[in-house]
């Protein structure tokens, strides 16, 4: 049921309970309250998404799709609304557009090595952003390398946004693809994709959206969008590890061969050649992560249950306050102020490294993420190695800001003397 909040109260309320369904916040980390503001790196799992998982071991365990026994036709129920649950989500045509993978970094790769290569040709060119996460940029690079293709850099501004001036002019019919990240995951910075798309789709461009950072805190429309594949890993959105999705327009994945060879993706096996399984399962080769993928479920689930546009509102509501108390304390530089962010904050503070801040904050119980953030020419673009990143959940607090603040004109002082 969707949650309405009128009132500061109300929200209080809500949030309260919102934090009441995730066990791990009740833990204590060196003898104080928990306060954890690394959900950009994963999220925490609500109940619901422990006890769907438990649930398929304790009860329902069996492999899907090649079994006539009870239990691998509960298994494979399970795991089938499992997919069309991110069908809904992501608003997709059809069941055959959503293939299930380890995550968003498998999913990329797939396309690079299924749809790209085989099209891509020395003198193409590959586009791709300033802020991209290694896993956006690497798959990429390798493919690039193998063709003789060069890789194209769209430039960042220095409020953390992306230069569209500059994506006109790179996008020229040497283009083979656009690959984005949606959020970026360093700088919070929400990207006009569907403006992209239409640009890219006007050239004949396709486009992959990495939408990690995106779905947590996003209603997304692959369609609306305009994208040709789009992918996200569960565990950013409350789910498990290990389990994510790549979105495809069912022409696309129709027309692309097989990544991985073995069982589930065959239609007929002879030594003299292979004939492949219908979508999605030609992308699916083995034994899935069937728990994994009921998990994505549950958490999606539980996301929507409590409505997006109030978790939006509380979301946006904690950046505000955040980014005003952050920048309150001496010394401190916030990197990335996109007029459209997501519940981030990245920063510096002057004479301290963030290795020593993430530190201390965890002797206070306080969980950041430090370092480069898998976006090292990110990091180079503003002239930093490493930054500290809190990152906000629709379970955090005013109180927990508080406490990060304090936390940290605790560490300034400590690091300065």
Not at 156 to 167: N, P, Y
């Amino acid at each position: 049921m969707n949650t309405v909040v009128r009132t500061a109260a109300d929200r209080h309320d809500v949030v309260a309970a919102w934090r009441e369904q995730v066990p791990i916040l009740n833990r204590r980390v060196h003898g104080k309250p928990l306060v954890y503001l690394d959900n950009a790196a994963t999220g925490q799992r609500p109940q619901a998404v422990l006890d769907a998982i438990g649930d398929f071991y304790r009860h329902h365990n069996a492999n899907v799709h090649r079994g006539v026994h009870t239990l691998s036709g509960e298994a494979t129920e399970m795991f089938e609304a499992a997919r069309d649950s991110v069908r809904r989500r992501l608003n997709a045509a059809s069941c055959r557009e959503i293939v299930f993978t380890r995550g968003t970094t498998e999913a990329i790769n797939l396309v690079a090595n299924s749809f790209l290569r085989p099209r891509l040709k020395a003198g193409d060119a590959i586009a791709l952003s300033h802020m991209e996460h290694h896993s956006n940029i690497v798959p990429w690079q390798l493919a690039a390398e193998a063709a003789g293709a060069e890789l194209r850099v769209i430039p960042v501004t220095d409020d953390g946004q992306l230069d569209l001036e500059a994506l006109d002019k790179l996008l020229d019919e040497r283009v083979r693809m656009l690959a984005l990240v949606h959020v970026s995951n360093a700088l919070g910075t929400i990207n006009p994709v569907a403006d992209v798309c239409r640009l890219a789709r006007a050239r004949g461009i396709p486009v992959l959206l990495d939408g990690a950072q995106a779905l947590p805190h996003l209603t997304v429309d692959v369609q609306a969008i305009g994208c040709d594949f789009y992918c996200f890993s569960a565990h950013k959105m409350y789910g498990p590890t290990g389990c994510g999705v790549l979105y495809g327009r069912e022409a696309l994945f129709e027309a692309m061969p097989p990544w991985q060879g073995g069982g589930e993706m065959i239609e007929e096996v002879r030594f003299s050649g292979s004939t492949w399984n219908v979508l999605p399962a030609k992308f699916e080769a083995g034994t899935p992560n069937i728990a994994g993928a009921i998990g994505l479920k549950a958490a999606n689930d539980w996301l929507l249950g409590l409505g997006l546009e109030a978790v939006a509102a509380h979301e946006n509501e904690l950046l505000a306050y955040a980014t005003e108390t952050l920048d309150a304390v001496p010394g401190l530089r916030i990197i990335g102020r996109a007029r459209a962010k997501t519940a981030l904050v990245t920063f510096t503070i002057a004479g301290t490294h963030p290795h020593d801040l993430g530190t201390l904050l965890d002797l206070e119980g306080i969980a950041i993420r430090t370092g480069h953030h898998c976006t090292m020419p990110l990091m180079q673009r503003f002239g930093v190695s490493a930054t500290a990143r809190a990152s906000f959940a629709l379970y955090n607090t005013r109180k927990e800001i508080d406490r990060l603040a304090a936390a940290l004109d605790k560490a300034r002082h400590m690091l300065a003397a």
